[in-house]
């Protein structure tokens, strides 16, 4: 069965410090994945998906940048946090077939920046 | 672009009722919707998929139906527990991308 992990679950930062985020997949081969950023009280908000190794696409401009440099890794990366971006980050990945497919979600990182 | 919205923004109701929420989207032309249920600092458990050629899906006491056309969709839980208390999304794909457009959500208290 197909697993989907992210690291870390919390993260407390000071605005201008760098950020990593992590989400691994098990269990699947070229998943597409997504980054979602969830803020308080607001809907999902798409930042980043990837169909592929090196392949990532930006839904919104943002301060946050995307690598996947393995089939089922996907990390979501800042050079400098800004305030706005705290929220609840959930990554996300869904089977390679094109056409009617499910996406399955990670337990999400809270991270707060101040 | 598309863009969905769900009504109501929060409910709230005695244990046993059954209840619908709605999700509605601007786009007709999707491949797929799917509903998801969200525990408060959880991430989202998918519940039901339906694809743009179905009408319906049910799983227990869940039943989620598709009107395509009229770019509607709901969820009807039957009988509701105290346990079903959680935010309900739901997020449309489009024909277009590989991509999910998720609603607000609507959050359900269910009251013993």
């Known amino acids: 069965s197909q697993t989907i992990h992210q690291w870390p679950a919390t993260l407390v930062q000071p605005v201008g410090s760098p950020l990593s985020l992590e989400c691994t997949v098990e269990?699947?081969?070229?998943?597409?994945l997504y980054w979602y950023r969830q803020a308080a009280g607001r809907g999902l908000q798409l930042l980043f998906y990837?169909?592929?190794?090196?392949?990532i696409s930006s839904e919104v401009p943002q301060n946050l940048s995307a690598s996947r440099p393995q089939d089922r890794q996907f990390i979501l990366s800042s050079k400098k946090l800004l305030l706005s971006d705290s929220g609840f980050y959930l990554c996300?990945?869904?089977?390679?077939?094109?056409?009617?497919?499910?996406?399955?979600f990670g337990p999400g990182t809270r991270l707060t920046v101040t | 672009k598309q863009e969905v919205t769900q009504i109501p923004a929060a409910l709230s109701v005695p244990e046993g009722e059954n209840l619908v929420l709605n999700c509605s989207f601007t786009?007709?032309?999707?491949?797929?919707l799917q509903w998801f249920r969200q525990d408060p600092g959880k991430g989202l458990t998918s519940l039901l998929l339906?694809?743009?050629?179905?009408r319906e899906q049910t799983s227990g006491r869940l039943n989620a139906s598709l009107d395509k056309s009229s770019g509607r969709s709901t969820l009807y839980i039957a009988a509701s527990q105290p346990g079903d208390s959680a935010t309900y999304l739901c997020?449309?794909?489009?024909?277009?991308?590989?991509?999910?457009?998720f609603g607000p959500g609507t959050r359900l208290s269910v009251l013993p």
């Open positions: 339906i694809q743009s050629s179905q």
């Open positions: 996300a990945w869904a089977p390679p077939l094109v056409g009617s497919y499910e996406q399955y």
């Open positions: 997020a449309v794909r489009d024909n277009y991308g590989q991509n999910f457009v």
């Open positions: 269990g699947t081969s070229n998943p597409n």
């Open positions: 990837s169909v592929g190794i090196g392949q």
């Open positions: 786009d007709s032309a999707i491949y797929n």
